[in-house]
């Protein structure tokens, strides 16, 4: 059970570039989330996805779009990059969503630098 | 809209010593309430959760306290060791954020031998 896997580890994009993060889970989990993680500000919600087929957006969505492949993938795209989204990015899955106490799992994250 | 606030880090303590990382939350409903702990290099991991008002969460020598009505949920653990030096994550969810997990801003804990 590798639980949420993330690809790349580590990424440098210069301005303009675009690159697609990838994520997938073996939970069988319905719901996918995309995080950046940025010195003191916490995590906050890109995009998420509470069942296959759906996506919606979180706090921080511009310059980002996704797209949840199957129940296992959910991916993320910086179409052109800027150096605001030099980052740290985290994928998550939980079983549901909606206002119901289930747990997230994380991925290991992905260090983007945009220079 | 709902926010948590965490007190602000570094945190720096010597092992055995007692930990108290202060959240405090504002949401219009009835809150899960959580903390997640980030170890160097890793993602975040689940450490305990409450569910509703005086419910108490705890795992690994650490408890927090669901309590209503001072709209807080702190973490305490009585003697810390040098391995649980890492960030912590107090974090709500409820229906008015979907469900969707809201951080506070995280807390860096430093234990010293």
């Known amino acids: 059970n590798a639980g949420v896997t993330q690809t790349p580890k580590f990424q440098v994009l210069k301005t303009g570039q675009s690159m697609t993060l990838q994520c997938a889970q073996d939970m069988n989990h319905n719901s996918m989330y995309w995080y950046r993680q940025d010195p003191g500000m916490g995590l906050r919600l890109i995009y998420y996805s509470a069942s296959e087929g759906t996506t919606d957006k979180g706090e921080v969505p511009n310059g980002y779009n996704v797209s949840r492949l199957n129940k296992r993938e959910f991916s993320l795209r910086l179409e052109s990059a800027a150096p605001s989204q030099t980052s740290v990015y985290f994928c998550?899955?939980?079983?549901?969503?909606?206002?119901?106490?289930?747990?997230?799992?994380f991925g290991p994250g992905t260090r983007l630098t945009v220079t | 809209g709902n926010s948590v606030t965490q007190m602000e880090g570094p945190v720096t303590l010597s092992e055995e010593a007692f930990l108290t990382i202060n959240c405090t939350y504002t949401?219009?409903?009835?809150?899960?309430l959580f903390w997640y702990v980030q170890y160097p290099g890793e993602g975040l991991q689940l450490l305990l959760k409450?569910?509703?008002?005086?419910d108490k969460g705890s795992n690994k020598g650490f408890e927090a306290t669901y309590r209503k009505e001072t709209t807080s949920f702190h973490l305490e653990k009585g003697s810390v060791q040098v391995s649980d030096s890492a960030v912590y994550f107090c974090?709500?969810?409820?229906?008015?954020?979907?469900?969707?997990?809201?951080f506070g801003k995280g807390t860096k804990l430093s234990v010293k031998p």
């Open positions: 998550a899955s939980s079983e549901g969503l909606a206002g119901i106490a289930y747990e997230q799992y």
């Open positions: 949401a219009t409903g009835y809150p899960s």
């Open positions: 974090a709500l969810s409820d229906q008015a954020s979907q469900g969707n997990l809201i």
């Open positions: 409450a569910t509703k008002a005086d």
